[in-house]
């Protein structure tokens, strides 16, 4: 069974430009979380989508947002791009929604604001 | 305050050594509580996962969680130099953090040979 998919696996932008980043969950998964990885800070939540709704958002500002498709995949698009932004952004899903659920992790994409 | 505190290391320990790796909290909300293990230019994997205070084994990982205390365990018995990756400690509960897990920085560990 293929796990989390997300492409690209690297990604070069320059600061202001925009950038969409894409998650395909586990077969059978509903809900797709997305989190960034930034340099000695450890991972920190950015949105939560279950059945196509946004359910949660981390502490990010509004030019972070994504979106999830009817087959459950799903995008985050993050506008503006500011130096600060370069980390490893990470997807996980999980077979639906609360808190006991198992959050499993995709690869991620290194995304690089020059 | 952070959520979670968690030690970043390094920890580096000889092949056969038991590794002990902890994590403190301070939501008392929190009711799920997991290990992730993360190597190089990869995602988090699972390890182990546990509800409430109690421990779980798995092999040569014990998890332990002492709610009283808001203070989590993972043991390493026999360890590896395959074990070698950062060790990511990570919790959740309900209400308005439902869907959203707290994770430490991770403790960086090395098994020499």
């Known amino acids: 069974e293929a796990g989390v998919t997300q492409s690209p696996t690297h990604l070069i932008k320059t600061r202001g430009q925009q950038a969409t980043l894409r998650c395909s969950p586990i077969?059978?998964?509903?809900?797709v979380y997305w989190y960034q990885q930034a340099l000695g800070l450890g991972l920190q939540f950015l949105l939560w989508y279950d059945e196509g709704e946004e359910r949660n958002r981390g502490n990010f500002p509004p030019r972070f947002s994504g979106r999830q498709f009817p087959n459950y995949s799903s995008e985050l698009n993050v506008n503006a791009l500011e130096l600060e932004d370069s980390a490893l952004y990470l997807c996980?899903?999980?077979?639906?929604?609360?808190?006991?659920?198992?959050?499993?992790f995709g690869s991620g994409t290194q995304l690089s604001v020059l | 305050q952070k959520e979670v505190e968690q030690d970043p290391g390094p920890l580096s320990v000889p092949e056969g050594a038991i590794v002990s790796l902890n994590c403190t909290y301070s939501n008392s909300a929190f009711q799920y509580f997991m290990w992730y293990r993360q190597y190089s230019r990869k995602g988090p994997e699972l390890l182990m996962y546990t509800y409430s205070s109690g421990n779980k084994e798995d092999g040569r990982f014990t998890a332990q969680v002492d709610k009283s205390s808001k203070y989590i365990s993972l043991f390493i018995r026999d360890s590896q130099p395959s074990d070698s990756a950062t060790y990511l400690c990570a919790m959740s509960g309900g209400g308005s953090t439902l869907g959203r897990l707290y994770f430490g920085r991770g403790t960086q560990l090395t098994v020499w040979p």
């Open positions: 996980a899903s999980s077979l639906g929604q609360g808190a006991r659920e198992k959050l499993f």
């Open positions: 077969s059978g998964h509903t809900s």
